[in-house]
């Protein structure tokens, strides 16, 4: 597998181009949510852990406080109209981080 192309259910991220396609219709992301979401996709079906995503987008430490990463989760499941009240992509995982979830696995 290309290492520069990683394809989540119907979801093609292309690490080199830095595009998403959601089918065939490319999905527009700003530097930030392509960064975001290629991080997720790395370790898709596993929880990225908000210290992690802060230490690898943010280059600082998470304090516990800081909701910057939360609300750049919340931009990029609206640009991939996954609903915010019960996301299918990008799931919350309480107390540790966010996980990017293939359709067909149903990981609790």
């Known amino acids: 597998m290309n290492s520069e192309i990683l394809i989540v259910g119907d979801m093609t991220i292309n690490q080199f181009c830095r595009t998403v396609h959601i ?49 750049r989760i919340s931009r990029l499941r609206k640009k991939l109209e996954d609903n915010g009240r019960q996301p299918c992509i990008i799931k919350s995982i309480r107390s540790e981080g966010y996980r990017l979830v293939e359709a067909n696995h149903l990981t609790p």
């Open 23 to 71: 089918d065939d219709t490319l999905i527009s992301l700003t530097s930030n949510d392509f960064d975001l979401l290629w991080k997720l996709a790395l370790r898709v079906n596993q929880t990225v852990s908000r210290d992690e995503l802060f230490r690898d987008l943010l280059n600082t430490d998470y304090d516990g406080l800081d909701r910057c990463i939360d609300i």
